[in-house]
């Protein structure tokens, strides 16, 4: 699977949008991230791992501790895909709104 398509799946599940958007505050342990969740610990291990192979997330290794850190870069690919794809619809639409326009101004003139 293409990274991209391995960003995207990671993101699909709203848990792991939530587990990201916690470290988007700072590095956090799997204590910490599982406490909002009615999930188990080995649900949200689950999570973490989908989010680390993915690359949106690192562990770290701090004596027994483990921290998870965000990784933006990984986001920032995704985002640009999506507004490189935003621009295109855009302009789509800008030129449809501008053909609808003279199309309706013809009808006023013919009225």
């Known amino acids: 699977m293409d990274n991209l398509s391995s960003t995207f799946a990671a993101l699909a599940d709203p848990t792991r949008r939530a587990i990201l958007a916690r470290l988007s505050s700072g590095q956090a342990t799997v204590n910490e991230l599982a406490e909002p969740f009615n999930i188990s610990l ?7 791992k989908v989010l680390e192979k993915a690359g949106l997330i690192i ?35 800008d030129r449809l709104d501008i053909y609808l326009k003279q199309i309706q101004s013809k009808e006023k003139k013919n009225e």
Do not use: D, M, N
Not at 42 to 48: E, M, R, Y
């Open 42 to 48: 080995p649900g949200i291990s689950k999570h973490i």
């Open 59 to 93: 562990r770290g290794k701090e004596a027994q501790w483990r921290p998870c850190t965000l990784k933006p870069e990984v986001l920032k690919e995704a985002a640009e895909w999506i507004e490189h794809y935003r621009k295109h619809w855009e302009e789509s639409f």
